[in-house]
């Protein structure tokens, strides 16, 4: 069965103080790991996904990146308007579709 | 380009009732997803839709029911409602591409349910 697990559960930073999240997984033939950001009352919202191990992807103050059995979210000097819950997420095998198992999230607190 | 919209935005239910919820991907998805988010459970996958059929389902009890028309449109349906089906609810919709590897999904907002 496949499983994602993140930590944190919560992450309270102060503003400019850079960190990291992460992602551990285990499933039978990655095919995609994903991460979102969902803000209270929203839906999720996608920030990256990585294919392979050692990909790294980078927007803004996020950095994504990959081994064989964990991916890690780097927040570099964050901002208040960091603050959300984060999500990470696997697809495996190609006879899944689509299909998504979340970890728990991180919620991060970036206080000014 | 719309995202993907989900109707209604609130629903308040009471046990033993049922209820549809629907869901317009984004033009020119065809793949529609939906996922049940609780404070305990996280976000869990419940069905997936593509081309009008069933591609996978989740772990959930028959009660939780879905199609697709095809416009790509979809819908979900919950009888008789239990106390534990409160939940935030989010559909999702993906550009199918070769076969659908490495396809993102794109979530809407949700719908938010409340059983009584």
């Known amino acids: 069965e496949d499983q994602v697990t993140q930590s944190p559960e919560a992450l309270r930073l102060q503003e400019g103080e850079s960190s990291s999240l992460n992602c551990s997984y285990t499933v039978s033939g990655l095919r995609g790991l994903f991460w979102y950001r969902q803000d209270p009352g929203k839906g999720p919202e996608f920030l990256f996904t990585?294919?392979?191990a050692g990909e790294e992807k980078e927007k803004e103050r996020l950095k994504a990146t990959l081994t064989k059995k964990e991916s890690f979210l780097h927040i570099t000097a964050p901002k208040p308007e960091d603050s959300a819950t984060y999500l990470c997420?696997?697809?495996?095998?190609?006879?899944?579709?689509?299909?998504?198992?979340f970890g728990g999230g991180t919620r991060l607190m970036v206080k000014p | 380009k719309a995202g993907v919209t989900q109707t209604p935005r609130y629903l308040i239910k009471t046990r033993g009732q049922q209820v549809t919820l629907s869901c317009s991907p984004i033009s020119g998805h065809r793949s529609v997803s939906w996922y049940q988010q609780t404070p305990g459970q996280g976000l869990q996958f419940l069905f997936e839709y593509f081309s009008e059929t069933q591609r996978n389902k989740g772990n959930f009890p028959g009660r939780f029911s879905g199609r697709q028309f095809s416009n790509s449109r979809s819908e979900m349906n919950v009888s008789t409602l239990e106390l534990g089906d409160s939940a935030l609810y989010l559909c999702a919709s993906s550009l199918e591409f070769q076969g659908m590897a490495k396809n993102i999904q794109y979530f809407g907002a949700g719908t938010r349910l409340s059983v009584l």
């Open positions: 997420a696997v697809q495996a095998s190609i006879n899944a579709g689509n299909m998504l198992t």
């Open positions: 990585l294919y392979s």
